[in-house]
């Protein structure tokens, strides 16, 4: 299984909104509404965001949300902060009962 | 509340097998979720190494499926990853997660991570 395909880097400036991709195939994002987004900060072990697309677990910020739309998800953070500076994975469930991951994308806050 | 972590050799040599324990404290493993491995190697993403279910069922990434065993000890709460014939490709920091709380796809417990070095 190939992982998912994300932008290496998106940088944004403070109060700003940007949003990542996160592109797949008929075999896992375009299959399933079994997506969900992970931010890891250096050093630390990553941390659930997003999942099934558009839902976020208890204490996330609602500055974050997902989106699916064919075979291509995508994370919005809006009024970028200092602190979500990171990286950012999404994953989803395949056709095969597998996970996959995305590539990661750094977000840089200018 | 949920807490993962796991434990095991720094240090593994080329050609033996990685062993790693996660310890699970806060949920019993016995019965319900799933719990799985997910590593990282050095500046690079993250790969989904494989899950048991509690009810025994297993899944594995079909690259590593060959040479991974994940296996549970419910009277300890803890469950053990194996990697067999390792070469300096399976040098990452490893992580312990649960899925299936808040939701079947969501990994969202995590251990702290334990790195592994493959080298002679």
């Known amino acids: 299984q190939s992982a998912l395909t994300q932008p290496a880097s998106v940088p944004g400036s403070p109060g700003q909104s940007i949003t990542i991709s996160c592109s797949g195939t008929?075999?896992?994002?375009?299959?399933?509404?079994?997506v969900s987004w992970y931010q890891q900060h250096p050093g630390k072990a990553p941390k659930l965001m997003i999942y099934?697309?558009?839902n976020r677990p208890s204490g996330v910020s609602n500055r974050f949300s997902g989106s699916k739309s064919g075979y291509t998800a995508s994370l919005t953070i809006s009024g970028l902060q200092t602190e979500d500076e990171a990286d950012y994975y999404c994953?989803?469930?395949?056709?095969?009962?597998?996970?996959?991951f995305g590539t990661g994308t750094k977000v840089t806050v200018l | 509340q949920v807490h993962l972590q796991g434990s095991g050799p720094g240090l593994v040599k080329p050609s033996e097998t990685l062993s790693l324990t996660c310890n699970v404290s806060?949920?019993?493993?016995?019965?319900?979720?799933?719990w799985g491995w997910i590593r990282q190697p050095p500046g690079k993403g993250l790969e989904w190494i494989g899950n048991?279910?509690?009810?025994?069922?297993?899944y594995y990434n079909p690259s590593l499926k060959s040479r991974v065993t994940i296996s549970v000890d419910t009277s300890k709460n803890q469950f053990s990853l194996k990697l067999s014939s390792v070469t300096a490709a399976d040098t990452a920091v490893y992580y312990c997660?649960?899925?299936?709380?808040?939701?079947?796809?969501?990994?969202?417990?995590w251990g702290q991570g334990t790195m592994v070095t493959v080298s002679s």
């Open positions: 994953s989803s469930f395949t056709s095969s009962s597998t996970y996959v």
């Open positions: 997660a649960r899925r299936g709380f808040i939701s079947d796809d969501a990994f969202d417990v």
């Open positions: 048991f279910y509690h009810s025994g069922s297993t």
């Open positions: 099934d697309v558009n």
């Open positions: 008929g075999s896992d994002v375009g299959a399933y509404n079994f």
């Open positions: 806060g949920s019993s493993i016995g019965v319900g979720y799933y």
